[in-house]
C-alpha cells in the first residue's frame, strides 16, 4: 500500500440546499490518494486527463480488488457522480470481464464498504445471462457478490447498456439505507439496493477497480446531504 496524505485539490461550494456541500475532486494527480493493492499514475486516456489504478508488480492476473481512497470524503448520504472506464488487461483470462467501479462509505482502506460496479464487456454479449450481469453491488466483508448471486438471484445486479474501455458516466445517490446506481446520464436507475449491508453507515469514497482490469476515472463530484 502507498499512502499520499495531502488532499486532492477540491472545489467546495454549498448547493441549493444550504445543508448540501458540492465538492469536486478532477482526478488528475496522485494527491490525497490513498492506495491499497496498487499502484496509480496520471495519464491522457481517450482524450482527457485521467487517474488510472494499476497492479502491483507481480500481480495482475489474480483475484484482487485495487483501491484509490479519495481523502477528505467523508460521506453517508448524498449523490456521488464519477466518470470511468474499464477493460480487461491483456493477458486477463476470458473470464474477466473489466471490472471498474466505486466504493462509498468505504472504511479501512477499502475492508469495509459498499460497491457499485460495472462489467463492460457484459453488455453487448450474444449471451442475454451475461447481459443481466452488467452492473453489479456488493458490500464488502460479507457480502461479495458470488453470495448475493446464491442467495439472491437477480436482485443485486442487473442490465445496462455497456462499451468495454469508453467512458461512462456513473451517478449514484445513497440515503440511509438505499442506494441507487444510474448510468450515462439515464433519468432512472438501472440498480436499486433498498437494503444496504452495513446498514446506515458513513465513510469515505474509493476507486475501483480489478486487478486484471485496466481501470480509468475522471471528474469525480460529491454532493453531500
Not at 12 to 39: H, I, R, W
Request: with cysteine; net charge negative; proline share 4%.
Amino acid at each position: 500500500m502507498i499512502a499520499l496524505s495531502a488532499a486532492f485539490p477540491a472545489k467546495d461550494t454549498a448547493a441549493q440546499d444550504s445543508k448540501d456541500t458540492l465538492s469536486t475532486f478532477p482526478l488528475d494527480s496522485l494527491d490525497g490518494l490513498e492506495l491499497a493493492n496498487a499502484k496509480a499514475e496520471v495519464v491522457t486516456y481517450d482524450g482527457r486527463r485521467a487517474l488510472h489504478l494499476v497492479p502491483l508488480p507481480g500481480h495482475g492476473n489474480g483475484d484482487q480488488a485495487m483501491f484509490g481512497t479519495v481523502t477528505g470524503t467523508d460521506f453517508k448520504d448524498g449523490t456521488i457522480e464519477v466518470d470511468v472506464a474499464g477493460k480487461p488487461r491483456a493477458g486477463a483470462s476470458a473470464e474477466m470481464r473489466g471490472f471498474v467501479g466505486v466504493v462509498f462509505r468505504s472504511q479501512s482502506q477499502g475492508a469495509r464498504g459498499e460497491t457499485f460496479y460495472l462489467r463492460p464487456t457484459n453488455g453487448r454479449a450474444d449471451d442475454q445471462l451475461r447481459r443481466n450481469h452488467s452492473v453489479q453491488y456488493e458490500s464488502d466483508p460479507d457480502y461479495p457478490w458470488f453470495r448475493l448471486r446464491k442467495e439472491s438471484p437477480g436482485v443485486y445486479e442487473s442490465y445496462v447498456d455497456l462499451v468495454a474501455g469508453a467512458w461512462t458516466k456513473l451517478k449514484i445517490e445513497v440515503s440511509g439505507t438505499k442506494a441507487r446506481l444510474y448510468v450515462d446520464g439515464a433519468d432512472h436507475p438501472c440498480l436499486i439496493v433498498n437494503d444496504l449491508k452495513l446498514g446506515d453507515s458513513r465513510g469515505q469514497i474509493a476507486l475501483w477497480a480489478h486487478e486484471t482490469t485496466e481501470g480509468y476515472f475522471s471528474n469525480l463530484t460529491v454532493k453531500r446531504k
